[in-house]
């Protein structure tokens, strides 16, 4: 059973190491300070409270989830059902868990076509990949396919980042360390032409998947939109029902930035999921709370470092525990 876009049924322990390692800061900066909090066996007061509002802050929860959290701690010791740190993790980790598993329905709907593209015949399943320049697009295309080919999956890769010469180039080497081919033109062509080219050739290859590196210049944010649509047309006349998926990619390291990025894109086409890049390198790795409780989406892969198998399924139970364990 292909889990690319499904619940991961059990992370593997490798990857999990992996994650563990790349929510190090996050959980420095959170789990620990929720731990300090209770140096002295300090009671939890109003002062207490504040402290802990500071911590989710600083880790990237966003003001709305961390609000909810400070309410429902509140309400707790309103009936005196918390009493000490362990128990008050318990609750902030639950709450964290819910938010995150509130779009895990959307998830779904989107998990089973991948599943169904390998055998029933309907055609290639088309995969979207937009976000800004530097989010990790490129990178995470070659670990997506990583990914696919370890399925046992067919890949093309579709070069429709027309405007620089180099995000072709980059799209090749992750081809090559992958196996597969990659569709394009010369550079500053149109994009819909090279998906237009991408899509027949992947039709008439029978491949179970096509990726679509795309450009993410946001300072044309109309030209970039109006671009994107006529890819996604193009791409439905060719494979009808495409593209499947459309997967924003997501820099960790940008915080609530990437979110109002996010925010852009979300408005202007219709998303379907996160790739939560650069988690690796961030302390403010509660921006998936922020994600999850903001855009409605669920996050499907994060990435934990730069090479081709630095990148795990999320799932929000693994993710948390990993926060706080
Ligand atoms: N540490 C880290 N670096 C990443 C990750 N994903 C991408 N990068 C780096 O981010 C930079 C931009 O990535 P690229 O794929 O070219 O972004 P694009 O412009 O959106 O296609 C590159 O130097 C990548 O190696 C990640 O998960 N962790
Ligand atoms: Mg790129």
Not at 126 to 131: E, L, Q, S, Y
Not at 134 to 140: D, E
Not at 194 to 215: E, F, L, P, S
Not at 284 to 291: L, Q, R
Request: glycine content about 8%.
């Amino acid at each position: 059973m292909i889990s690319l876009f499904g619940k991961p049924e059990k992370v593997e322990p490798s990857l999990l190491e992996r994650l563990k390692a790349s929510v190090s800061k996050t959980k420095a900066a959170l789990s620990e300070s929720v731990d300090n909090l209770f140096l002295g066996q300090r009671k939890i007061d109003p002062a207490l409270l504040k402290h802990l509002e500071t911590a989710l802050l600083s880790a990237d929860l966003g003001v709305k989830p961390t609000r909810e959290i400070l309410d429902a701690v509140r309400e707790k010791l309103d009936r005196n059902a918390l009493s000490d740190a362990s128990q008050l993790k318990r609750e902030i980790k639950s709450h964290i868990i819910r938010i995150l598993n509130s779009n895990d329905s959307k998830g779904a709907s989107a998990a089973a076509p991948v599943m169904a593209s390998s055998t029933n015949g309907s055609g290639p399943r088309v995969i979207f990949i937009v976000g800004v320049n530097g989010a990790g697009k490129t990178t995470s295309i070659g670990k997506l396919a990583k990914r696919l080919r370890q399925e046992n999956l067919s890949v093309v890769l579709c070069a429709a980042d027309t405007f620089r010469a180099a995000a072709v180039e980059q799209l090749e080497i992750w081809a090559k360390r992958n196996g597969i081919d990659v569709i394009k033109q010369k550079s500053g062509a149109d994009p819909a032409a090279v998906v237009y080219d991408a899509m027949a050739a992947a039709k008439a290859r029978n491949a179970d998947v096509v990726i679509v590196d795309t450009a993410g210049r946001l300072h044309t944010k109309s030209n970039l939109m109006a671009e994107l649509e006529k890819m996604k047309r193009t791409a439905a006349k060719v494979i009808p029902g495409a593209p499947h998926d459309v997967l924003l990619v997501l820099d960790a390291t940008t915080g609530q930035n990437g979110l109002a990025q996010a925010r852009e894109f979300t408005s202007t086409v219709a998303v379907t999921g996160i790739i939560l890049t650069k988690l690796d390198g961030t302390a403010k790795g509660g921006i998936v709370v922020a994600i999850a409780r903001e855009l409605g989406l669920p996050i499907r892969f994060v990435g934990t470092g730069e090479q081709i198998n630095d990148m795990v399924p999320f799932d929000a139970e693994t993710y948390t525990n990993s926060l706080f364990d």
